[in-house]
Each structure stands twice: as structure tokens, then as C-alpha cells.
């Protein structure tokens, strides 16, 4: 990639990896965002981010990102974002010395820890970057499950009755009594406060399993929810805008048993996600204005996927906020976008100048 880039094109930072359990998940997030830019209006600035946390400005192709193989120091140089405000640009840590690569706009693609959280947008908001996305305080707010329920509650919207743990109870006998007292009963759900793909998840329906799913969550998070189970199933909204909002169609999710963890949401194996959602014009449209007031309350900008629980008997209940959902072309928000008249490289240009026009 040159870095003399042509004026006419804004030069779009797009990170993608990360040192977080979701990387992997990433990759094939960002090769789909970048096939999909309209190139002849920005250029992708691409910085690969380690497991380990190491970052380096890549030059190569989106298909070495998709499978794992653009970590190659034909393509990679190491990189920092400058901090201070007005530079707006990545040094290239050469050694023949620092070379600058200048950036319009960051468009993070990073799931999970240190990249979905608040950390990544913290940074570019300090060194004056415009953001595609969620803001700082946002993007915090949504990754704790535990305060983005306490903030929706307070709405009216309704959402699972919950316990957070701070660290491993030893007699299971406790914590049933715990979860007793907070009107919790079985099936419930152990989560990660902090993590998103389903990774530590788990459905417990005795008190023998809750032991070994609480320890499995705390392997991901130094915090987890102990959840309500709601009956039902869960309905999507892709939500996109800052002052006024686009919405997608609403989607659902019809699963053949147990719930939608990890393997179902990247296979779909015994799992079907239906767009639009098989309900009625009526009750699409109330989703659809709660995803608005959720989206609302969080302080949301850019885009979101926001996900809900419907009841059999109609009730609409708050589950989570995606603030970087997958972004592939078989991912659920650019899915619900395509439904409601939009192509994949529709949405990206809509994202991207939502952020410049707000900045």
C-alpha cells in the first residue's frame, strides 16, 4: 500500500486481531469490511493487532487476514497511533527511522477486550481521530452486561433478573441460596460480565452444573452474572446513526435446542436465524423503536446490533448491545441492513460518513 495516498480518497484505520478471545472472529470481520469498502472513495490503512497486543501496519491482502497468515514481515512493519491531536496518524517504526502514514477516520473491527470495550476508542478520541462507532463511554457501558441492564431498567424496558459474582463461591448451597433470594430459579444462565460471543457462557438447569459453569465464566472475566433465563426466543436490530437513526429489519433466531452459544452463532449447525423475523408488522415495529430507546440510553453513535429477548406472550426483553458486531457477509447486522434495502458496501459508507459529518 502506498502511503502517498490520493487526496480525493478519505484513508480509513482499520484495526482488526486483537489481544482478546474474539480474534480470530475479527479476522474474518475485517477481510469482509475491507472487500466490501468502497475503494474508490476511501483507502483502507490496515494495523494487525496480535494476541499478544503488538501492533504492525499491514500492506497486504485481505485473504492473509481471513486465514490467519498476514502476520509476515513482507507486509508488516511495526506502528503506533500518535496521540497528540492534530497529528492524526500512525509513525511506521522503520529503521531507517519513522515514517507517517495520515489517517481521516478509525473504523475499529475488534471484538472483545481492549478493542470493543472503551480502551481502543479512548485512545483515538484523544488523539482527535474521527470514530466510526461507538464512543468511549458507550462501548464500556455495553461490554458490561451487569450496568448496561441496570441503565436500560431504569427506561422501563424490562430485563433478566440477575446476580453478579465477584469471586467463586465454594458451597454451591450458597449460592443457590443467593440466587433464591434474588427470585432466580433454574434454568439459568452463567456468563462473563465482560465478554461477548458466548465465550463463557453456560446453561445450567441443576445446581450440579452451577460450580463448574461459574468457574468456566471466571476464566474469561474477574466478574459473572448469574441470569435469569427468559422464555421465548431472541430477536435483532441493527440500529446505524448518531442523530438520526437508520434501522434494519428485525431478525430472529430459531434454535433446535439449547441456546445460541459460540458454535451455533459461526455455523449455524442446528440453529437458523430468520430476516425479516416471523412476527407481525405490529410487534416488528415496537422492537424496532425499543432498540431505538436502548441504543438511546447507552449513548450509542455509529452503529450497534442491539439483541432482545420476545416472550410467548409478546413482552420485549433487553439482552445485550453489540457495539462491533460481526461484520461479515453472512453476519447478522449487515443481514438485517441488506433486508431493509441496503448493501454491504451501502452500510460501510453510511458508518463512515455518519462519523465525519459528526466530527
Known amino acids: 500500500m502506498n502511503t502517498t495516498m490520493n ?136 461490554m458490561d452486561k451487569d450496568r448496561a441492564h441496570r441503565l436500560v431498567s431504569l427506561t422501563g424496558i424490562r430485563v433478566p433478573g440477575s446476580l453478579v459474582l465477584s469471586t467463586p463461591i465454594p458451597a454451591v448451597s450458597d449460592l443457590t441460596r443467593e440466587i433464591s433470594y434474588q427470585g432466580i430459579s433454574y434454568p439459568l444462565y452463567v456468563k462473563p460480565v465482560k465478554a461477548g460471543s458466548s465465550y463463557g457462557v453456560t446453561k445450567v438447569n441443576t445446581p450440579d452444573e452451577l460450580q463448574d459453569a461459574v468457574l468456566s465464566a471466571f476464566q474469561y472475566d474477574n466478574l459473572v452474572l448469574l441470569e435469569e433465563n427468559i422464555e421465548g426466543f431472541e430477536v435483532g436490530c441493527a440500529v446505524l446513526g448518531s442523530s438520526r437513526l437508520t434501522v434494519g429489519e428485525v431478525d430472529e433466531i430459531q434454535l433446535a435446542g439449547g441456546f445460541f452459544d459460540f458454535t451455533e452463532k459461526y455455523t449455524l449447525k442446528t440453529s437458523s436465524i430468520h430476516v425479516p423475523a416471523r412476527i407481525s408488522p405490529e410487534k416488528s415495529a415496537e422492537i424496532k423503536e425499543t432498540a431505538k430507546r436502548i441504543y438511546r440510553a447507552l449513548g450509542c453513535s455509529g452503529f450497534a446490533r442491539v439483541d432482545m429477548f420476545l416472550t410467548p406472550a409478546g413482552e420485549i426483553v433487553f439482552n445485550e448491545v453489540n457495539t462491533i458486531p460481526g461484520f461479515t457477509a453472512h453476519s447478522r447486522y449487515p443481514g438485517m441492513m441488506k433486508a431493509a434495502g441496503y448493501t454491504f458496501t451501502e452500510i460501510l459508507t453510511m458508518i463512515l460518513e455518519d462519523a465525519l459529518c459528526l466530527h
Not at 9 to 27: H, M, Q
Not at 87 to 101: S, T
Request: hydrophobic share 35%; charged share 20%.
Open 7 to 142: 487526496n480525493k480518497k478519505r484513508n480509513v484505520l482499520i484495526f482488526f486481531g486483537g489481544c482478546s478471545s474474539e480474534y480470530s472472529i475479527s479476522l474474518s470481520s475485517a477481510s469482509g469490511v475491507i472487500l466490501n469498502l468502497d475503494q474508490d472513495r476511501y483507502e483502507p490503512v490496515t494495523v494487525g493487532i496480535t494476541r499478544e497486543g503488538r501492533w504492525y501496519y499491514y500492506t497486504g491482502s485481505a485473504e492473509k487476514i481471513l486465514n490467519d497468515t498476514w502476520l509476515d514481515e513482507k507486509f508488516c512493519t511495526p506502528c503506533v497511533l500518535s496521540p497528540s491531536r492534530g497529528d492524526r496518524c500512525l509513525f511506521l517504526l522503520k529503521e531507517a527511522g519513522m515514517e507517517r502514514v495520515p489517517v481521516d477516520i478509525a473504523l475499529p473491527v475488534l471484538h472483545g477486550r481492549n478493542g470493543e470495550d472503551g480502551t481502543l476508542q479512548g485512545l483515538l478520541e484523544l488523539a482527535d481521530i474521527p470514530l466510526a462507532g461507538c464512543g468511549t463511554l458507550s462501548s464500556a457501558l455495553c
